[in-house]
Structures are given as C-alpha cells and as structure tokens.
C-alpha cells in the first residue's frame, strides 16, 4: 500500500517545524500567489529584496516572500530505477556523499515511483536515515516518472503552500518508455494503410502525454529537477528523454541525460548544487489574473535566471 498521505501531513507538522522562522511577508489568508524559481549570476550572489520588482501581464504585483540559499529546502528525492545496477550503484553512490554534504537547513524526503509513488523516508535532517534508505532501495519494476510526477508536485505543493520552505522534487531515472506499464508506442493500427497516421507519428502519444503534463504543472510551485541515467538514442526514447528535458523545464527546474556511466556522480553533484542555489520569488496574483500569464523580474544590479511563464491551476 503506498504511503504516500503520510507526506500529506507532514506538510502541516512543516507549518509549525519552520513557524520558528517565519518569512518577513507573507500572503494575506488565502490569498493567490506564483512562485518564481531563479537563479543569479554568478550563482552565490545575495539579492536585496527591497531591488526586486515584479510585473504580472505588465502590470506591478507584489512581492510577498523571497527565499534564498541561506532558508530553509525541502527535498523531495524520487527514485525511479528498475534497470542497469553499475549505473543505480553509481548514481547511488554519488547521492549519498552528496546528500552528507548537504546545509543544516536542508530536509530530505525519499520516495519511490514503482508501482505508484511510495514514501520510503519522510522528510528528515538526519542524513543517515536518508543514506539507509537509498542503500537498501530495492530495485526493478515498472518506470514510474510518467505516472507520479503530477502527485509528487501535489505533495511539493501543499507543503509550499503551508510552510515558509524552499521546495524541490529531484527525480534519478533510468526510465525506458518500452518500461512503463502503459503503451506509450503508438502501435500501427491499419499495417496496410500508409496513410495511418501512428505510421506517420509513432511518437505522438509520448509527445500527448508530455504535453498534457506540462501543461498541468505550469502553475506547479516546486520545480522538478531530473537527472536520467542512460541517454538513448532509439527515436521513441529519444522523444521520450527530450521529453523530460521539456517537462522540468515547464516546472521552472531543468534535466540532464547523461551519456555514460563517468558523468552520473558529476550530474548528480550538480543538480544537488543547483537546487541549493535555488531562490523563491513569491507574487501576489490579481483577482483577474488570465488563465496564461507571464511575470517579469527585475533586481537592482542582480542578473536572474527564471521561468516567466506560468498557467493557473485548472
């Protein structure tokens, strides 16, 4: 049975957990907001809050929380591996002397996505507990990412919403779209006729579904940060994976396909370094805020990286 509610309530135990250090502004009860996910150049830059203006449609908006580096950050860490062990072990291996290294104001969390998404840790500053679990994850099964990411951004979601925390999800993949218990192939119907379009397309429904998910979690306020084991190039994988690079990126996140087996521990490091340099940029959204939207940023001399396109939730 998935454990997955058990997380659903820590997000109102991380309410009271990081109360302790409240964000100096807050959104007023209710009160709609988009969160921005930026980086500076270079990236250990301090921003001066008090320099950031923000535009919605062109129109100014509020700021009501900026969190960098030195907050708080939720990491939510998804492990969707069934395949190659060397390559598991090596990503496994670099997480875990990555994941010592994290700040103190890091909290982890490790999920599963096989078989639907499974809480193996729930969120912790005990790196050992999280380092346990990561050397005992079993292995095998189904790939998971497709059908998970949309409830793993609920989670990251809710718990942003409810404690003043920087939050990311952090998938390690080795996913095979021949892997996934639905048919993503887009088999020939008609063999005998040429003008079939899955003749023409046969990547259309792994493209459909990657559109779909995209578009769901374009007001997603968590980015998705994803690191694929093994880059393929058979076409229908190869959408696939190009795919994901789409998918994080319309979460404000970004992926990386590594090619061999000696780049796995460098992306891994700096994934992890990268969502620790991430910052959160809350804007306060107008009552009649369009269903697409973009935000604009500006921030005194700081230059900044982010996502400004945004979609409200549906």
Not at 164 to 179: L, Q, W
Not at 225 to 251: M, W
Request: hydrophobic share 45%; with cysteine; net charge neutral.
């Amino acid at each position: 049975m998935s454990r997955t509610p058990v997380f659903l309530s820590v997000a109102g135990a991380l309410a009271v957990v990081f109360s302790a250090n409240p964000a100096r502004i807050t959104a007023a009860a209710g009160e709609a907001f988009a969160r921005v996910c930026a980086w500076t150049a270079p990236d250990n830059l301090t921003l001066d809050e008090k320099k950031i203006a923000a535009q919605v449609d062109g129109v100014p908006a509020r700021v009501l929380r900026v969190q960098g580096p030195g907050d708080s950050l939720m990491l939510l860490l998804v492990m969707d591996v069934a395949g190659d062990l060397a390559l598991v072990d090596e990503a496994r291996t670099a997480l875990v002397a990555d994941i010592r290294g994290l700040p103190p104001n890091a909290w982890v969390g490790v999920l599963r996505a096989q078989d639907g998404l499974k809480a193996l840790v729930e969120p912790t500053a005990d790196r050992e507990k999280v380092v346990q679990a990561l050397q005992d994850l079993p292995l095998g099964g189904r790939a998971g990412l497709l059908p998970t990411v949309e409830t793993a951004e609920q989670l990251a979601t809710a718990i942003a919403e409810k404690a003043p925390v920087r939050v990311a999800i952090f998938y390690v993949t080795d996913s095979d779209i021949y892997n996934y218990r639905e048919d993503y192939t887009n088999p020939v119907v008609n063999r005998s006729d040429s003008s079939d379009l899955s003749r023409r397309f046969p990547d259309g429904l792994i493209r459909e579904e990657i559109s779909r998910l995209s578009g769901n979690l374009a007001a997603a306020k968590a980015p998705v940060f994803i690191v694929h084991l093994e880059l393929s190039r058979q076409p229908l994988n190869e959408a696939y994976q190009n795919g994901l690079l789409k998918l994080a990126d319309a979460t404000g996140g970004s992926a990386t396909l590594c090619r061999t087996r000696q780049e796995i521990a460098a992306a891994v490091a700096n994934m992890l370094l990268k969502i620790r340099s991430l910052w959160t940029i809350d804007i306060a959204l107008p009552p009649s805020v369009s269903r697409n939207y973009t935000i604009s940023l500006e921030a005194g001399d700081a230059q900044l990286t982010y996502k400004n396109r945004f979609a409200e939730s549906k």
